[in-house]
C-alpha cells in the first residue's frame, strides 16, 4: 500500500508559516544541498497531495516551462518532477485548478485519499498545507512526517499541530542535517 508523506518546513518555535503565510524565513537557509535532498524526496512519490492555500503558492512559483524557467539550475530536476506529477488540491473555496496535472479532489478526504492509497504507485507528498495534514493525521492516514526544521525563531505564525489534539505517537527513524543548520527529522506514525 502506497504512503502519504508530509514534507514540512518548520521554524524551530513550531511555525509552518508566518501570520501573513510568509515563508522569508525557509529561503535564508536553502542551499544546493538541500534542493538536491528534496528532488530525492519527490522522486520516490508519484502524487502530490494539497490544501489551496499551498496549491495556489506552489503553482503561482512553478506552474512554467522548467527549461525556460528562470530558476537556480538545482531546482530544474524538482521543477520537472512538480509540473508533471498527479497532483490532487483539496480546497472547498476553490472551483478551478489550472497547474498541469493538478485536479480539485471530488470526494471527502477520507475517501479520496484512502482511495489513492490503494492503487499501485509510488508514495504520496503532501508540502506545507497544515489543514489538510490536520484532517489527515485524525484520519489515521499519514504514515510519515519528514519534518524539515529551519535554525531560526520567528515568534508567532501558523502553527504546525494547532487543531490536533490528544497524543500523536511518532517514532524517530531518520535524521539528516545540512550545512545550513537545517535538520530533516524522519518521523514514522506508529
Same mark, same amino acid.
Given at each position: 500500500?502506497?504512503?502519504?508523506?508530509?514534507?514540512?518546513?518548520?521554524?524551530?518555535?513550531?511555525?509552518? &508559516?508566518?501570520?501573513?503565510?510568509?515563508?522569508? !524565513?525557509?529561503?535564508?537557509?536553502?542551499?544546493?544541498?538541500?534542493?538536491?535532498?528534496?528532488?530525492?524526496?519527490? $522522486?520516490?512519490?508519484?502524487?502530490? /497531495? @494539497?490544501?489551496?492555500? *499551498?496549491?495556489?503558492?506552489? &503553482?503561482?512559483?512553478?506552474?512554467?516551462?522548467?527549461?525556460?524557467?528562470?530558476?537556480?539550475?538545482?531546482? /530544474?530536476?524538482?521543477? *520537472?518532477?512538480?509540473?508533471?506529477?498527479? +497532483?490532487?488540491? #483539496?480546497?472547498?473555496?476553490?472551483?478551478?485548478?489550472?497547474?498541469?496535472?493538478?485536479? @480539485?479532489?471530488?470526494?471527502?478526504?477520507?475517501?479520496?485519499?484512502?482511495?489513492?492509497?490503494?492503487?499501485?504507485? +509510488?508514495?504520496?507528498?503532501?508540502?506545507?498545507?497544515?489543514?489538510?495534514?490536520? &484532517?489527515?493525521? +485524525?484520519?489515521? @492516514?499519514?504514515?510519515? #512526517?519528514?519534518? !524539515?526544521?529551519?535554525?531560526?525563531?520567528?515568534?508567532?505564525?501558523?502553527?504546525? #499541530?494547532?487543531?490536533?489534539?490528544? @497524543? #500523536?505517537? /511518532?517514532?524517530?527513524? +531518520?535524521?539528516?542535517?545540512? $550545512?545550513?543548520?537545517?535538520?530533516?527529522?524522519?518521523? $514514522?506514525?506508529?
Amino acid at each position: 500500500m502506497r504512503k502519504v508523506i508530509v514534507s514540512m518546513n518548520v521554524t524551530l518555535d513550531g511555525f509552518m &508559516a508566518a501570520k501573513d503565510c510568509g515563508l522569508d !524565513w525557509h529561503f535564508r537557509s536553502w542551499n544546493e544541498e538541500m534542493a538536491r535532498a528534496t528532488a530525492e524526496q519527490l $522522486s520516490r512519490a508519484d502524487t502530490i /497531495l @494539497l490544501g489551496g492555500i *499551498t496549491y495556489r503558492g506552489m &503553482a503561482q512559483y512553478w506552474n512554467a516551462d522548467p527549461v525556460n524557467m528562470i530558476r537556480p539550475r538545482e531546482d /530544474l530536476d524538482f521543477a *520537472t518532477m512538480l509540473n508533471s506529477y498527479p +497532483k490532487v488540491v #483539496f480546497s472547498k473555496t476553490m472551483s478551478t485548478v489550472t497547474w498541469h496535472n493538478a485536479r @480539485l479532489a471530488k470526494r471527502s478526504i477520507g475517501d479520496e485519499v484512502s482511495e489513492l492509497k490503494r492503487r499501485e504507485g +509510488k508514495d504520496m507528498i503532501i508540502y506545507g498545507s497544515g489543514k489538510i495534514v490536520t &484532517a489527515l493525521a +485524525k484520519l489515521g @492516514l499519514i504514515d510519515e #512526517f519528514r519534518m !524539515w526544521v529551519h535554525p531560526v525563531v520567528i515568534g508567532c505564525g501558523k502553527p504546525v #499541530f494547532k487543531e490536533l489534539a490528544g @497524543l #500523536f505517537d /511518532l517514532q524517530l527513524v +531518520k535524521t539528516e542535517i545540512f $550545512s545550513s543548520g537545517v535538520v530533516i527529522l524522519f518521523y $514514522s506514525v506508529r
